[in-house]
């Protein structure tokens, strides 16, 4: 997966009310493909509390997204960009804007 938690990301479908926003990622599944951004998707959830103390009611909270759906944001150019990978010597790799071909 290109994507890592404390990416900025921008969301590329969806309803007009969050297509275009950038948020950072909380949470990364690799294993079902979806990210989780602050403050996109949110849902609306019925909790009730586990212990004294605890929230309960309705919440409003993140939900998953596919990370298709997600793309990076590079932190140096701020374009909008895919992930490119550069390998060195010694078999690290990271990552690389391809528009901009600076490491982040």
Do not use: W
């Amino acid at each position: 997966m290109n994507i890592k938690v404390g990416d900025t990301v921008v969301l590329l479908t969806g309803d007009e009310k969050y297509r275009g926003k950038q948020g950072k990622v909380l949470e990364v599944s690799p294993k079902e493909d979806k990210v989780i951004v602050e403050g996109l998707n949110m849902v609306k959830k019925h909790v009730k509390p586990k212990k004294a103390g605890d929230p309960s009611g309705i919440i409003e909270t993140e939900s998953a997204i596919y990370a298709s759906k997600v793309a990076v944001v590079c932190p140096k150019c701020g374009k909008v960009t895919r992930v490119a990978h550069k390998v060195y010597e010694n078999g690290t790799k990271d990552r690389m804007c391809k528009k901009c071909k600076e490491t982040f």
